[in-house]
């Protein structure tokens, strides 16, 4: 489908202005090449990334803005319909306050501005056409850990904005739940190396609440809570991580991987959190407690999309 | 075998030795289970990585059971040539560590076939296993900080060529100006898993 007569402009694209702490490129990332030692990467709250997309016309896998704790300055050119998604920061489009969870016109030259977030960390603001960096390895996230995709955004950055292919979906307002104030609770896995771990570790994993500490990031989230002693201490040959994976080094403090985590470790993992979960885990500020609760693979893959319904 | 779940995303499946691992993934490799995302060989395992919309643990770890690999198989990429000037920091040590001297290292490198077993560590760094025993050496007791590009090093049971300057703990035999990784390859991983090694003095 060809473009609406309102986005005409030869030239789309985003002028940085301010970043905040650390504002990146993600789509869903680069499934399919873990053999070569590269993982998935892309947006660390997927779910939320998908939303905004949805809500600007975008198809669920293109590029947006993942920014952590808001902070976000930009002047759009060529007029750009844009939604945030995610942690919901107050927004304005020159000075004019606008709300999150909805798509949003950006006349051409108009500043953007994110306050911080209330609630969450991570926003997503989709731009309708996708940010348009040259793909690396089939998809435009920047892998942190494996120094992959784009750099950082920086300001003095020129953001290139695609063409748009699909027409306006006609939403007004998504309904989801946002991300959690006080303790969050996240179904979790037990396995794949639980008989690495004393059976009160395990009884501490999941009835203890385990605090988000200041050292995560796009890799994993360090915890901190009841030590998790292990029943062996031999040196576990290094194996495949998944997204989620609580894993345990030797001081017993559990690390929660997320999104740009090694593709394989060599200390064991006591649990991992389901698919369905990820969202909320990467949402929890330094600070905020996890609970884990005990569910089964497959109860976990039927709930995978609760939460993220547009009405 | 046993099989053991990562959350709702992942099988991992854990085997007796690499050999059992090689074996399987050479089975799995060409046609993997419905649902199967992404596929980790690594020393004793090969974890399986589901899409959680389109199958469930149980369904891959059926299909996983019903296949029978070949004992001793490998899988087969194609074969490379490697090039290496045998002049690393710790060529002398492994020398002492397996008594062989520093030419019986070069010559226990380079006269034996090696495969990629499985990547890890960094994007391109292939853990490469051989046939002969003899160069088992363990890791440096205190991890270099700066290893350069390049490096072809020995740890345990597998050799292998660091593709960019890095933190390092393997041995040090050598260097070669093959590029482990180049992002305009196609694929950007040279040792990938299943190619066939031969190393070359330079």
Not at chain 1, 72 to 92: D, S, W
Not at chain 1, 266 to 280: E, N, Q, R, S
């Amino acid at each position: 489908m060809v473009s609406v007569a309102s986005e005409p402009s030869p030239r789309r694209v985003l002028d940085v202005l301010a970043t905040g702490p650390l504002t990146t490129v993600q789509d869903l990332g680069r499934p399919g090449l873990a053999a070569l030692g590269v993982g998935q990467s892309g947006a660390a709250d997927a779910e939320a990334l998908r939303l905004a997309n949805r809500l600007v016309g975008n198809p669920e896998d293109g590029a947006g803005l993942e920014i952590t704790f808001g902070g976000l300055e930009v002047r759009g050119h060529g007029g750009l319909y844009v939604a945030l998604t995610g942690a919901p920061c107050p927004m304005t489009v020159d000075g004019r306050q606008v709300a999150p969870y909805a798509p949003e016109w950006l006349p051409d030259g108009a500043t953007l501005r994110l306050g911080a977030p209330p609630c969450g960390l991570r926003s997503y603001l989709a731009v309708r056409g996708g940010i348009d960096v040259p793909p690396v390895l089939g998809s435009r996230a920047t892998d942190t850990l494996a120094g992959l995709g784009p750099s950082p955004l920086g300001a003095g950055d020129q953001v290139p904005v695609g063409v748009p292919g699909a027409a306006m979906p006609g939403v007004d307002l998504a309904t989801v739940r946002g991300p959690e104030h006080g303790e969050v609770r996240l179904r979790v896995v037990v396995g794949p190396r639980d008989d690495w771990f004393t059976a009160a570790a395990l009884r501490a994993l999941l009835s203890e609440p385990y605090e988000v500490t200041a050292e995560s990031n796009r890799v994993g989230m360090r915890l901190a809570g009841q030590a998790l002693e292990r029943s062996r201490d031999d040196e576990l040959p290094s194996e495949g991580m998944v997204c989620g994976a609580l894993q345990v080094p030797p001081s017993g403090q559990p690390t929660l991987f997320l999104a740009d985590h090694p593709v394989t470790g060599g200390y064991p993992v006591i649990a991992a959190v389901v698919a369905g979960d990820i969202g909320l885990a990467a949402q929890a500020r330094p600070g905020q407690l996890l609970r884990f609760t005990r569910t089964t693979s497959l109860e976990g893959g039927r709930n995978a999309h609760r939460g993220t319904r547009v009405d | 075998m046993r099989v053991l779940p990562c959350a709702d995303v992942g099988l991992l499946v854990e085997l007796a030795d690499l050999d059992e691992v090689l074996a399987l993934y050479a089975e799995l490799v060409d046609a993997p289970p419905r649902g199967v995302v992404d596929m980790v060989p690594a020393a004793r395992t090969l974890l399986l990585r589901l899409d959680p919309h389109r199958t469930d643990a149980h369904e891959v770890e059926r299909a996983v059971r019903s296949v029978s690999p070949r004992p001793g198989a490998r899988p087969d990429a194609g074969h490379l040539e490697v090039p290496v000037t045998y002049d690393g920091e710790d060529l002398a040590e492994v020398g002492r560590l397996t008594g062989l001297g520093e030419r019986g290292v070069v010559e226990t490198h380079t006269s034996q076939e090696w495969t990629v077993a499985f990547c890890g560590f960094a994007p391109g760094f292939g853990y490469l296993v051989g046939t002969d025993d003899r160069l088992h050496v363990p890791r440096r007791t205190t991890p270099r900080t700066k290893v350069p590009a390049g490096a072809v090093a020995l740890a345990g049971e597998f050799t292998g060529v660091y593709p960019r300057e890095s933190p390092g703990g393997w041995q040090l035999i050598g260097h070669t100006t093959v590029q482990p990784w180049d992002l305009d390859r196609d694929p950007p991983a040279l040792l990938q898993p299943g190619i066939r090694v031969r190393f070359v003095e330079s």
